[in-house]
């Protein structure tokens, strides 16, 4: 398997872990092919995947798809519920999540799209809340995160390493984040981000920035948010 | 003095509630047993040796009474019966005692000799393998400490023999732990074939204290690729009077980057032991099988605990650098 970032293996805390895997996020070209991201996936790993479904319509095609292919090569298995195209109410939505239990280990939401959290109790620990980057009005510090876990106290935490830096570049912020919610953490969404905060391949720079925080995050997944250099 | 798992609770800020709790109930259990013991006249080479969750610190309400009284040789062993029966006898006096399972491992008289120096080939049965296993990963003594040190004394000198090596594991105990975890792994399956019967229990405890058990010895004994050979009779010796959690929250809080996983990983276990205090869960767990088990948002709730468990032992065991050489140089042949 190539290494899954630009850093030279010998200085990549990415290149030793184990396990990680891609979301299925940045594959643009595959949207609605869920085969086609699945194979994709796979070149990069097998351990570990975030299958998403970022769009709300993309929500019940993935829940399909799931239920008519049980069986898939990964270890762990996420699925990144909707961020954009919300139509649905929160309740009516959290039934459609929930009929992924069973299907995948956890379910990543955005706690700025979380309009009610009330209905989300139902997923308990199947539900995995995300920490936000600098474009969002909330859900990227520990004060914005801390009352969504009170409202949801089985919920879990995805650190984003890179959303903590477009907050804070000092990572100060990410070791709060993981101070506050350690005991939380289901696993964490790696790479680097533009100038206008979208995911881009992990850089060697930020690697080494990120390394002190991904250190502490050594038993858990980690998915790459970008193209690893296998997919170009 | 602060214990290593509550070294790790203040350091990563990740409380350990039912394990603490259950260290507790522990202590006072075996306070009332050896209290009940010291009026016994038995043979001066004997001793009460817990084992089971009491022995490894962790015990809740309900948990059996496993110890075997260990003898220093057969020729005791007429007399022991009724040795035996008089410990069977005092023990159960206590309001919290629970008769030890039947399989006929505990609550039976053990011969020193065997446990010493049958390891391996035939005499080694299965008894015999997790008798010794039990004694060095979770035992501790209800009666006369000295005997039950002079004994682990004699079965660590047995394994740390003319093949050991400074700064290496020593791989004739390493396998023996080996071993006795993969036979604990085909056992279930065995037992799985004669017949769904405790599947869920079985399972549960494979999942998590299973694995506990032989993290916490596996850990220092990997650990002795540190110390030179006159060393690891007492480092070992140390360390196995220590209860298991205590050995892994140590492994863990070596170095700064394993903090994190390392208190998730007792986390889950904590979780696993808060959720096996209840009856409920006991009940139901008691009720699965494979089927079934699909089904119960208990076990699904488990086996993600085990999960837990398990990457983050994974992560501490083949974190790069030294530790992942060890483990790639000798857990695998």
New interface residues.
């Given amino acids: 398997m190539a290494p899954p970032t630009l850093t030279p293996v010998d200085e990549s805390?990415v290149a030793?872990h184990?396990p990680y895997g891609v979301s299925t996020g940045f594959m643009w070209d595959e949207r609605g092919r869920w085969d086609a991201q699945i194979e994709l996936a796979s070149q990069v790993s097998t351990t570990a995947v975030e299958l998403s479904a970022l769009s709300e319509e993309e929500v019940e095609p993935l829940l399909e798809y799931l239920r008519r292919t049980p069986s898939l090569p990964f270890r762990f298995k996420s699925v990144h519920g909707p961020a954009k195209n919300r139509r649905l109410e929160e309740s009516e939505l959290v039934e459609v999540l929930s009929r992924f239990r069973?299907l995948c280990?956890a379910i990543v939401m955005h706690p700025d799209t979380m309009l009610d959290l009330s209905p989300y109790k139902a997923l308990g620990?199947l539900l995995v809340i995300e920490n936000m980057d600098a474009r969002k009005t909330g859900g990227g510090t520990v004060r914005e995160l801390e009352p969504v876990f009170e409202q949801l106290p089985e919920a879990r935490f995805c650190f984003d390493v890179a959303h903590a830096c477009s907050i804070d570049p000092s990572m100060d912020l990410a070791e709060q984040l993981?101070?506050a919610f350690?005991?939380r953490?289901s696993h964490v969404h790696v790479s680097s981000l533009d100038e206008d905060l979208h995911h881009v391949s992990l850089t060697p720079e930020d690697e080494i920035r990120f390394t002190p925080a991904l250190?502490?995050?050594?038993?858990?997944p980690w998915i790459l948010e970008a193209p690893p250099p296998i997919l170009g | 003095m602060e214990s290593p798992l509550e070294a790790l609770e203040r350091r990563?800020?990740?409380r350990f509630p039912n394990l603490l709790r259950a260290r507790d109930l522990s202590e006072n259990k075996l306070t009332a047993r050896r209290q009940a013991l010291e009026t016994l006249d038995l043979v001066r080479e004997s001793s009460v040796v817990y084992v089971g969750s009491i022995g490894r610190a962790e015990a809740i309400e309900g948990s059996d009474d496993d110890f075997m009284l260990l003898v220093e040789n057969s020729s005791d062993l007429p007399n022991e019966p009724s040795g035996l029966a008089l410990v069977n006898q005092t023990l159960g006096t206590l309001d919290d005692f629970e008769a030890p399972g039947s399989q006929g491992v505990f609550a039976a008289p053990v011969v020193r000799a065997h446990l010493i120096e049958n390891i391996g080939l035939e005499a080694d049965d299965n008894s015999n393998t997790t008798r010794r296993m039990l004694f060095l990963l979770e035992s501790t003594w209800a009666s006369n400490q000295l005997y039950y040190e002079e004994t682990l004394d004699g079965i660590l000198e047995r394994y740390i023999d003319q093949s050991v090596k400074d700064f290496r594991p020593p791989r004739f105990i390493l396998n023996d732990m080996i071993r006795y975890w993969r036979t604990m792994c085909v056992d279930f399956a065995g037992k799985e074939y004669q017949g769904p019967e405790k599947w869920g229990v079985r399972n549960a405890k494979l999942r998590t204290s299973r694995k506990i058990l032989f993290a916490g010895g596996l850990l220092p004994v990997l650990a002795c690729a540190g110390i030179r050979k006159e060393e690891m009779i007492p480092y070992l010796k140390g360390e196995f009077v220590t209860p298991p959690t205590d050995r892994i929250a140590s492994a863990f809080l070596d170095q700064e980057?394993?903090?994190?996983?390392g208190?998730?990983?007792l986390?889950a276990y904590d979780k696993f032991l808060g959720l096996l205090s209840t009856a409920e869960a006991r009940n139901e767990l008691e009720t699965l099988d494979r089927n079934s088990a699909?089904k119960s948002d208990l076990f699904?709730?488990i086996k993600?605990l085990g999960i837990?468990i398990e990457?983050?032992l994974?992560?501490l065991l083949?974190?790069?650098g030294d530790s992942?050489d060890l483990s790639r140089n000798y857990l695998v042949f």
Avoid: Y
């Avoid at chain 1, 250190?215 to 858990?220: A, F, G």
């Fill in positions: 805390i030793k184990s069973g280990d620990s993981l101070d350690a005991s953490l250190s502490r995050c050594l038993d858990v | 990563s800020g990740i980057e394993t903090i994190d996983a208190a998730r990983t986390a699909d699904q709730q993600k837990s990457s983050g994974l992560a083949f974190q790069p992942a």
